[in-house]
Every structure is written in structure tokens, then in C-alpha cells.
């Protein structure tokens, strides 16, 4: 609530406001265990986060705001 409140704050002035949130990344020292709890099965790697966050960053975006975006395989969404 605390990104779409303030992006509706600030939507008349141009400016827009979303969030990423990542989980289960492959990140050194993850188990291989950890991979059974996503629904994908798979850790996701940071440059997938990456690409997914340069359609937000790149300029051309500037309708999509207030967002919460979930990268976590499936896992709790």
C-alpha cells in the first residue's frame, strides 16, 4: 500500500513509482534444497531481474505506476 499511496501522490507531476520485490534468487551459498519450494523449480538469477526491470527504467514506461511486482518463480503469489 505504501508504493500505490505515494505513486498516486505523485502521479499528476509526472513521475512514476512501482516496486520489485525478488525471491529465491541464485545468489551465492543458496542450498539446492530451496529449489523444491519454488513452483518453477529453479532459483531465478539476478539478470532476469534485471531485464524485467529495465521495461520499467528505460524512459518508455510512463503509464505504469503504484505496482508491486513479485519475481519469485511462482512462489507465494
Excluded at 505515494?6 to 516496486?19: E, P
Amino acid at each position: 500500500m505504501l508504493i500505490k499511496a505515494t505513486a498516486l501522490s505523485i502521479a499528476d507531476s509526472g513521475v512514476t513509482l512501482n516496486a520489485i520485490a525478488t525471491n529465491y534468487l541464485n545468489y551465492p551459498n543458496f542450498r539446492a534444497a530451496i529449489e523444491s519450494q519454488v513452483p518453477m523449480g529453479r532459483l531465478g538469477d539476478p539478470s532476469e531481474v534485471a531485464h524485467f526491470a529495465v521495461g520499467l527504467l528505460d524512459g518508455e514506461s510512463r503509464f505504469q505506476t503504484g505496482q508491486f511486482f513479485s519475481l519469485s518463480g511462482g512462489w507465494g503469489d
